[in-house]
């Protein structure tokens, strides 16, 4: 072979296509394009691996079109500019363009403007794949020109299906077992070029006997999970771990925090981030939670990995089981917006201290009421501004600590008066 496997083996019309039920299915919208022959400008977002290239290509040949590849790696304006010219002498002579541009995310907005005029008056049909999240990476403009279709990762279904292929194309057996072919297709989670890939190199190898899930460990190094410390997968991961710690699903918890460690996720980052949840989503009701966080930060901070791990994993335990109250937070972001829409309103003159005659003359600290020295130890004076109308900012939970911080709160509000 002088090509790579997956090139080989690269499906030449959509039916062919393993997955992507839902767009390349009876009712899928690329599957209806394709039988009405009228293609739209689409962005095909999806991990890799999943089969954004092959759509494309398989596109083009499905309709009969011109295909015409580019990298937003490699490619710039000029390059644009050059397939632009070519697709119009095309067009000239009744032949119709498909543009494929891999990577679009990595154009910039003038790059990604320059693609608008040939959309426009259909010089080209544009087909951009990318793994990273259109509406965070592409021009509003180029959205709206184009349909978004959403692929997932082939499933352990697809990809033994592709083993199958790859056997009757190879014209032999591989040398797996069948409980190893599932653990490969579970191996390459989900990405078919890892797998068509490991099936190369197996299928060129001697081996003395079909190799088992444990042997088959041994020979290939399992795909790295699908992660990087800014991109989709990152957020999507941390936001997995956050709304489990919140729905106190505990084992969701640990094991969202087990992807994002064993995918190579920095856990200071994690800690940083469980500590904003002690203090945004647990808050009063559990006011330990707090210290617990900097206790595992900075336990992880002094011994690393492995041994501050298990800090790491108590702490997620911690939170997840703990109460949750944003009664804080809530109150915060309250209090906040009042004091934006009061203004520069002076605080009350009798809680106000007068070091000097001129201040006391002006009246500062009149009638101020030592509270501790009162029976009660509140005197309930207003320490809100002259003329402003009290209001009420923290409203705490029945649950965990904040029952007994409500309880102080409404005992010390019963002294003030309205």
Not at 95 to 105: A, C
Not at 223 to 250: C, F
Not at 265 to 287: H, K, N, S, V, W
Not at 352 to 363: E, F, I, R, V
Request: glycine content about 6%; charged content about 25%.
């Amino acid at each position: 072979m002088t090509r790579p496997l997956a090139d080989l083996m690269r499906p030449k019309i959509i039916n062919d296509i393993v997955g992507q039920t839902d767009l390349l299915g009876e009712n899928g919208i690329i599957h209806r394009m394709v039988e009405s022959g009228n293609l739209s400008n689409l962005l095909l977002w999806g991990p890799p691996g999943c089969g954004k290239t092959t759509i494309a290509r398989a596109l083009a040949n499905s309709i009969d079109m011109d295909f015409v590849p580019m990298s937003a790696v490699f490619s710039g304006t000029a390059d644009i500019k050059k397939a632009m010219d070519a697709a119009r002498m095309n067009r000239e002579i009744g032949r119709n363009t498909l543009l494929f541009i891999d990577e679009i995310h990595r154009f910039n907005k003038t790059q990604q403007d320059t693609l608008l005029p040939y959309l426009e008056d259909g010089t080209v049909t544009f087909v951009g794949a990318t793994t990273e999240n259109p509406s965070f990476n592409l021009n509003n403009a180029l959205l709206s020109r184009c349909h978004v279709c959403v692929l997932k990762p082939l499933s352990t279904t697809d990809l033994l299906t592709l083993i199958d292929r790859a056997e009757t194309f190879l014209n032999k057996k591989l040398p797996l077992t069948q409980d190893a072919k599932i653990h490969l297709a579970q191996m390459a989670d989900g990405d078919a070029r890892f797998l068509l890939n490991t099936i190369e190199y197996i299928s060129g190898a001697k081996f003395k006997k079909d190799l088992t899930p444990e042997t088959l460990n041994e020979i290939i190094q399992k795909r790295a999970p699908m992660s990087d410390k800014s991109g989709d997968e990152h957020y999507n991961l941390i936001s997995a771990v956050h709304k489990s710690l919140r729905a106190s699903d505990t084992d969701a918890a640990l094991y969202w925090v087990a992807r994002m460690i064993t995918s190579g996720q920095d856990p200071r980052y994690i800690l940083r981030r469980l500590t904003r949840f002690a203090m945004e989503d647990i808050g009063l009701a559990d006011p330990n939670a707090m210290q617990i966080a900097l206790s595992a930060w900075q336990i992880y901070e002094r011994m690393g990995s492995p041994e501050g791990d298990i800090a790491l994993t108590e702490l997620v335990i911690y939170l997840a089981t703990a109460p949750k109250s944003i009664s804080a937070y809530k109150a915060q972001m309250a209090s906040y917006k009042i004091a934006h829409d009061t203004g520069s309103l002076m605080p009350p003159k009798n809680i106000l201290n007068a070091p000097t005659k001129m201040m006391k003359d002006l009246g500062y600290s009149d009638g101020y009421i030592y509270d501790p020295e009162t029976q009660s130890g509140c005197s309930g004076q207003n320490c809100f501004p002259d003329g402003m109308k009290r209001v009420s900012l923290y409203k705490p939970v029945e649950r965990g600590f904040e029952r007994e911080i409500k309880k102080r709160f409404e005992y010390w509000n019963s002294f003030r008066k309205n």
